[in-house]
């Protein structure tokens, strides 16, 4: 299977004649090939995490459902921790009118390590009708929620229209973060990263919740509850790595071999092919950095790697040098912990993860 990126698929250069699309096409249209993977059912690895209710599982378990109505959100996690993998899903968004609303796909040890967890993020924020999903992904280590590592993007599709993969492979050496097997951000474990590189055993987590506080235009639109409810869909479930129990914080198997099969798997590894989908994907899609804000980094973190194409697009605050910003103000908010990990019994409302995001309409 190959995924063949158009530039025509861009919304900034749709306008473009199509004669000229399609000598762009030959130029930088990408071939990505797709990974093998091994799908679960959701009772082989996961659990609801809270609002029962709210959660619709297929028949056949391999699909499940998570809705936020009036009453509340929903969420899932994984029946184990994992020391390292690769955590995969196709997931399609609600559609139509999704202001307010955050359907969030990561990684966490909050529940364990409440006040040094480590976290790995993919947030996808909602909008009014005819504007896109936008979503960002972060990075947390040892509780640094002072230091967020976030990065800001549009797509190159409407994710409501049909699922799509997205997947994030985290190992001692890199994190690698995917969206339909095109590598859109590639986190180094450099020496001086210390306790900021994620090292922990993680849950993955998927959650839908309402963040109308912040999530569009700063808070100003709120999520409207006419559309309900609003559904999540996640399936072709994947997680790979050396399991730990959530408890007893050790593992049954040798950690050591199973991190160097995962190290061997081919997404752990961005071929030539997919630094140039990365490129492209970056170049069109991200508008916002932290390695380029130099209001919040005098200094970029270490693990930044400066790439001069980027540099010219972005101010010092890390948004794009043009006259529409899609970003807007930051806020940080403490979504609170609905249950705790070791009780295992999901609650009725709440999602419980700290956050650093921005949002525009």
Request: glycine fraction near 6%; hydrophobic fraction near 35%; proline fraction near 6%.
């Amino acid at each position: 299977m190959e995924y063949h990126i158009h530039p025509c698929a861009s919304r900034r250069i749709s306008l473009l004649p199509l004669a000229l699309c399609l000598v762009l096409s030959i130029t930088i249209t990408t071939t990505v090939s797709a990974f093998n993977r091994t799908t679960i059912r959701f009772d082989e690895g996961y659990t609801p995490l809270f609002s029962d209710f709210n959660i619709d599982r297929s028949p056949d378990d391999k699909t499940v459902r998570l809705l936020l109505n009036r009453l509340s959100g929903s969420g899932i996690i994984s029946s184990d921790y994992y020391n390292y993998g690769f955590f995969s899903a196709r997931i399609k968004m609600p559609a139509n009118y999704t202001a307010g609303i955050v359907v969030a796909f990561y990684t966490s040890n909050i529940d364990t390590w409440e006040k040094n967890h480590d976290e790995l993020d993919f947030e996808f924020l909602g909008n009014v009708n005819d504007r896109p999903w936008r979503f960002q992904t972060n990075m947390y280590g040892g509780g640094s929620v002072s230091r967020g590592r976030e990065e800001r993007y549009r797509l190159w599709f409407d994710p409501s229209k049909e699922s799509h993969q997205y997947s994030i492979f985290w190992s001692p050496k890199n994190i690698i973060f995917y969206v339909d097997d095109i590598p859109i951000r590639e986190v180094i474990h450099h020496p001086d990263l210390g306790g900021d590189y994620p090292s922990k055993p993680m849950s993955l987590y998927a959650t839908i919740w309402d963040a109308s506080s912040w999530a569009t235009n700063g808070g100003k639109v709120k999520v409207n509850y006419e559309y309900e409810p609003f559904a999540a869909e996640f399936k072709d479930l994947v997680l790979e790595g050396c399991r730990v129990d959530p408890i007893e914080q050790i593992s049954s198997t040798n950690c050591t071999d199973r991190i160097a099969r995962l190290i061997a798997q081919e997404y752990a590894t961005i071929k030539p092919e997919g630094r140039k989908a990365m490129k492209w994907f970056r170049e069109r899609y991200m508008y916002y950095s932290y390695c380029y804000d130099n209001l919040r980094y005098k200094v970029p973190p270490p693990e930044c790697v400066i790439v001069p194409t980027e540099k010219e697009r972005f101010r010092d605050t890390g948004r794009l040098r043009e006259k529409m910003r899609f970003g807007g103000s930051q806020k940080r908010i403490r979504r609170g912990r609905s249950s705790r990990r070791r009780s295992r019994k999901p609650a009725a409302s709440g999602s419980g993860k700290e956050v650093a995001a921005a949002a525009a309409v």
